[in-house]
């Protein structure tokens, strides 16, 4: 047997390892091959593909809000602005970890801990690259206490954005609402691509009834961004060619408001809760429209916290109630010129019928008793006196006579029991009652039935019959116009932000009231007769007219407190009062404005309204309105 | 048989004048201007994917100076004394690996380099030549193809710096390190039943090894797999080198335009990703050609190792020459999506220093044992 022992044979090595060598090289080759095979997949096969990866991953499309159109009154004071504003923003796909980052914000106090799960919800309403605004208007103190933690929240910054400013804060804010964050509600009603980069959207009021005049056309701007998100200005030595689509202004609104009529309304009104509306009868034009107590509006733009809202919710006063569109209140004796007129058209009464007041009225066959509101007894009257002198015996047994269907009839066109069609949204249509509308609103058949003694307290604007202040304000233009109505607007024209062509809104005409002259003159001498001699505004309105005037007051009572206001000792008797109405036109002869006050518990329409809608008339007429 | 030194008065009649200084430098010129082409190349993306920084340009080129003074000066060593060097080479490695070990052991941490003041120097970059050379050695003095037992001390000398590096933890080096050794053992000619047989035992062995990697190293491989499973994590080192290379088309982007690289989408885009830049940049055209030229270095590598003679020349050489090429292959690979990322820089274009330096040096080597060969006169 052979030793093992092998001894090294340089030649067969060198064959071999010859042969190693080509069978590597080919290796070596076939996967040269397969790498280059893989290139052209990627390169050639794939490329498409991968070009819209590498488009998709550098350029960003990022929106270019418009700016908000501003509202201006009627003489071109604005009442709202854009002004610049920091606010910190905060892209979702950019931020490592969102609870955290929002906890740490509430931290360093830049968030409320109140707001942390509504912040949550809004930033994931939103597409994850979207930049979300997580807090408005920072003052200079939070901007630099963000810069110092910058470091610390990737995916957070500041930015410099046009927030809505109101320079004249609580002034006519019912009538031009206010701008607040777009809520999930809000965008279940807007096209989310079109407002894509709007933050605030019309809340109320001018606001939300024009808010697509008002909000222009977003436009957007293709941004190179890197890796982490940035914004970068180019792509190595290469700048690319990004598009830009400018944005379109939004359109400016002129009101028909005359912002020394609102301010003189406002301040008449003072700390009461209470409405004033003026509309010019010409065209329906809102000349004022007040709403007490209002809010600052600015503090929704930038940011409402839950505690603020919460105590706007929770004010016994209601804030951010408004008053004028969609409070409903019995009108009181400012429906008698209307139930007068109605006895003049149906022929049940004449001018001159003179009726004896003794303070009580009793319906025939009855001996429920009807008293005499205030002034105990009137004595013998006729038409024009017992408005002026507001005797509700007389307006009683002329209800009576009428019955609630023809009285009803007649007030629907003068506005009552539907909207006014006010150019801004929510408004209540009050309540006009007839026979017809009992049978439908009560479900026990007994009390279904209309008895006579309603339609009797109808006639003073008692009972059912429930109205707005903007709908007492229109009724009384109807009047101060004899039967012409137009549709009452806040906004009455729209200016083109880019070229400053106004379009002016043409006035829409409404249902007129069919009577003659005479009557209509018959019962606007009555309302004269209110503001004179023994009239019941006479020592208030009436003192030292320089100009005629032609109103009623009213009074209104109250039944109870309201349902969503809480029970507080000290209050109830002041809130148990009655309300008290005034309306009015002037010049009485060729009317440039009519008014409807409403001061809630304000006691006699004579003293607590009428001395308002004396500043408002004068404010428009004397001190020189246009 | 007569053996000669190269004889000057030989070549002088068909030899150029530079050629003959490339021959008194012992430098293959082929080879060297093979080699300057890539580096140049290099330099030229380097700027590009640096982010126009004319100072990583500027350190990237000054390491490649560094690494052909290396190469120079190895390429004039004598072969004999290479040979006599392997065992002092691979103990001194395996010692300073050793140190490493044990220092990031102390460190609680990744610990691949020693801090030699001026600069960061990785030991076991050292044993990526050391650890062929070594095998080279062993097997210099013994029968090819190598008996069982000169295998398994073969297998020995090739597994302990393996381990070391796989420990520190450094997977992608010590894989590179136990490629070049085991080149060796095949060139040396290893049975094809044995070859058979160890890829068996390598494969249960792989199925085993697997629950003994990090958790980092398991994602790696697993979302190699399927990188689409977590493109903002794992998978989006090759998702996004794949979008560069395949946007890039067959012209690509331009020089410095590539948006993956220059809006920094593509990470590690000077490093370990510079090739997906070459792609987006350099199109098709450009990846080819750099293929083209890496495989024009390796196949007059591999031709100037079919040159040598000696045992220890021609296993080392090969040994160089492929290992090389599987540098780029496992580099291109990965970043091109067919293999997992591991790590490996893109011989003589990635910045990095150590592995620049490494690299020329196995050619200077390479040059040395070949152009130190005896001619065989006819």
Known sequence: MAANVRIKDHWQEQRMFGRRCLVAGGIVAALSILLLGRLVTLQVVRHDYYTDLSQGNRVRIEPLPAPRGLILDRNGTVVAENRPAYQLELVREEVPDLPGTLHRLVDIGLLSADDLDDTQKLVKSHRSFDSVPIRLRLDDEEIATFAVHRFEFPGVDIRTRLARSYPFGELAVHALGYVGAISEQDLGRIDRAAYSGTTLIGKLGVE???????????????ILVNAQGRSVQRQGAFVPNLRTVTPVAGEDLILALDLGVQKVAEDALGARRGAVVAIDPDNGDVLAFVSRPGFDPNTFGRGITRTEYRALLDNIDRPLFNRALRGTYPSGSTIKPAIALAGLVYDVVQPADHRFCAGVYRLPGSSRMFREGRSGRHGSVDLVDAIARSCDVYFYDLANRLGVDRIAEFLAPLGFGHVTGIDIEGEKPGLLPSREWKRKAFARPQDQVWFPGE????????????????????????????????????????????????????PVKGASVAATPAQWQTVVEGMEGALRGRGTAAATAGRNMTYTIAGKTGTAQVFSVGQNEKYVEKDVAERLRDHSWFIAFAPAEKPRIAVAVLVENGGFGSTGAAPIARKVMDAWLVKGGA | MTYGSLDASYTRRTLTRSARMLASLKVDGPLLVGLALIAVFGLIVMYSASG???????????????????MLAFARVKPGFLRRAAPVLYLAGIALLVVVDVVGYIGKGAQRWLDLGFMRFQPSEIMKIAVPMMCAWYLHERPLPPSPAHLLVSAALIFVPVALTVAQPDLGTGMLIAIAGVLVILLAGLQLRIILALAGIAAVGAWFGWSFLHDYQQKRVLMFLDPQTDPLGAGYHIIQSQIAIGSGGIFGKGWMNGSQAQLEFLPERSTDF????????????????????????????????????????????????????????????????LLPVVGVPLPLVSYGGTSMVTVLAGFGILMSLYSHRKLIRS
């Open chain 1, 208 to 222: 939300s009834a024009f808010e697509k005049e008002l909000h222009g056309q977003n436009g957007s701007r293709e």
């Open chain 1, 455 to 506: 339609t009797v307290n109808f006639g003073i604007g008692q009972g059912y019959f429930l109205v707005t202040p903007l709908q007492l304000a229109h009724y009384t233009s109807i009047l101060a116009n004899r039967g012409t109505s137009y549709k009452p607007r806040l906004v009455n024209a729209i200016r083109d932000a880019v070229t400053g062509a106004v379009t002016r809104i043409a």
């Open chain 2, 52 to 70: 126009r920084d004319i100072g990583a340009v500027l350190k990237s080129a000054t390491r490649i100076g560094i690494g052909a003074i290396v």
């Open chain 2, 274 to 337: 510079i090739f997906a830049v070459i792609g987006e940049e350099f199109g098709l055209v450009g990846a080819a050609l750099l293929l083209l030229l890496y495989t024009f270095v390796v196949g007059r590598a591999m031709y100037l190792a079919m040159q040598t003679q000696e045992t220890f020349a021609r296993l080392l050489a090969g040994s160089i020459a492929i290992t090389f090429f599987v540098y780029v292959f496992i580099n291109a690979g990965m970043v091109s999506g």
